[in-house]
Nanobody, 123 residues
């Protein structure tokens, strides 16, 4: 079973930085896209940024030029570097990944989510 675990959330002041790693594990054969989503209280979950296996990225307009996604394919890990944080960046940040996993009967596609990590930006 594929598991994603996020790290690095916390409380930071406006203008500060945080780095969120997310590691995938569990019989993974390959990962296609990985991404970060966030959900603020009372709001729907929204895409922050996604990255393909070829390193093509798709950023939400609200985080362009402030956030940077990167991935280490050898470690099945994706990173979100968040700079110049704003109060509106507050929320629970979720990591996602889709790809192929090895099963007892062969291979199967997967789409997995982490449990989320809280980011709070104080003004």
């Amino acid at each position: 079973q594929v598991q994603l675990v996020e790290f690095g959330g916390g409380l930071v002041q406006v203008g500060g930085s945080l780095r969120l790693p997310c590691k995938a594990s569990g019989g993974i054969f390959s990962i296609n896209a990985m991404g970060w989503y966030r959900q603020a209280p009372g709001n729907e979950r929204e895409l922050v940024v996604a990255i393909t296996s070829g390193s093509t990225t798709n950023y939400a307009d609200s985080v362009k030029d402030r956030f940077t996604i990167s991935r280490d394919n050898a470690k099945n890990t994706v990173y979100l570097q968040m700079n110049k944080l704003k109060p509106e960046d507050t929320g629970v940040y979720f990591c996602s990944a889709d790809g192929v996993v090895v099963t007892t009967t062969g291979m199967s596609e997967f789409n997995a989510w982490g449990q989320g990590t809280q980011v709070a930006v104080s003004s």
